[in-house]
């Protein structure tokens, strides 16, 4: 079961000056859902905030999902209902899903009121993130990029450089590095590679060997290749050689904070948090992801795009009113401090006054703006059994880290799963 929470955000009445006598009685009231409040929940409310100071006539009521596979699923059950948010924030590979099933609104009219949307920051490249079903089904509101956290003072005890351009470039040395770093005992690991959830980490050394989810045509699977099968192989050398422990995010995130751990690699989007978490325990680096293909490999691009689903004309207005707010060189670069997500708005990106300053002085921040060069976006698999798709492909992965299959039988057989759910084409 889904569970919700409830959050109003700050709202101050209109003023008298702004608005007729009569609307001071009808504050629009809009519902936002958003997942992931343990990564997300600073950087909505600082800009609900700074909102509703801007537009005090809207009020603005927050719910959550735990992530965004639960946030999917909240909304369509919702769509089913007809209990729909005026404006939901999902991961960039589920709004296939809403574009498809007409849940999201084509903001493509909406965007083109006030001019040219690349005036405002939102250049091809970033609306890119967000359009799927022929239209522009969101605004990108974060993405981010797999990086490499580690623990400077055990790579010194095993006597590792410590510098992030000297860490290592392939996983062979990743590993290998794991294993002296393991060896040094007393409940000490190497290394963690964030893989359940999603496919998005898959999908990491999946792009980054040079391959693809499915075809061009979208008509077969395309990492049952030798990509595919370099990415498995590579998860099962880094549980074999490196010692990989089977840890969840929490429990990688624990070992890592308690200085247990070496090396994590996985999405910015939890910096913030790591960095808090870390406190004064002991010095954190963080760098580039190594790639298995250093001159074709790409990086998949997580986070998260709001689409609108207010079927009301004025709350739909209201709700676009917040998601153009939350996407703007201020708002963007709001998320950016409070999470570790790279900024979606090319002003905010070119301009030094929003967040140079702020990248000086968090140098830890910089690693994921340094790989915008490889980042791609996440795929997002067609027809209504994309949830199923991606759950199929994380069981899969599971086999392969729990040492109960052999990447050479998991591949064929995950993509004989996949195929079962691709939709048929005359």
Known sequence: MI??????????????????????????????????????????DAIAAAFAQREP????????????????QLVLRQAATGQLPDLSY??????????????AQDLTPMLARDGDPAARGYTPNLLALAHFGGFQSGIAYAASNPISYYNVELLRRVGAPSDPAAFPKTWDEVIALSARIRALGDGVEGMWFQWPGDDWMFSALLFSAGGRMLTEDER???????????????????????????????????????????????STAFLRNMITSVGRNFEMQTTLLPVIDPVNGKLPTGGAAGMLTARDAAKREAAFKFLLFSTSPEGTSMMAKNTGY???????IDDPQYLGEFYRENPLFRAATLQVDRMIPWYAFPGTNS????????????????????????L???????RRLLPRRS
Do not use: C, W
């Not at 006539?57 to 999917?72: A, L, Q």
């Not at 370099?230 to 070992?255: K, Y």
């Not at 759950?391 to 880290?401: E, G, I, P």
């Not at 064929?412 to 996949?418: G, L, N």
């Open 90 to 103: 999902q991961g960039f590979n589920r709004l296939r899903v809403f574009a498809e099933r007409g849940i």
């Open 412 to 418: 064929p057989e995950m993509a004989a799963e996949v």
């Open 342 to 348: 790279v900024p979606v708005n090319q002003i905010a």
């Open 57 to 72: 006539g809207i009020r603005v009521n927050f719910i959550t999902s735990p992530n965004y596979e639960e946030g999917t």
């Open 387 to 410: 949830v199923r798709v991606t759950q199929v492909m994380v069981d899969n992965m599971a086999r392969v880290v729990e040492g109960r299959a052999a990447p050479e039988q998991v």
């Open 220 to 266: 077969d699977v395309g990492f049952a290749g030798p990509e595919g099968l370099a990415a498995l192989r590579l998860l099962q050398r880094m549980v074999r050689e490196g010692g990989m422990p089977n840890l969840n995010a929490t429990s990688a995130l624990q070992a890592f904070a308690a200085g247990k751990l070496g090396m994590r690699f996985g």
């Open 3 to 44: 569970r919700t929470t409830r959050r109003a955000a700050l709202a101050f009445g209109a003023s008298a000056l702004a608005l007729p006598r009569l609307a001071l009685a009808q504050q629009a009231e809009i519902t936002v859902h958003y997942a992931q409040p343990q990564v997300y929940k600073d950087s909505y």
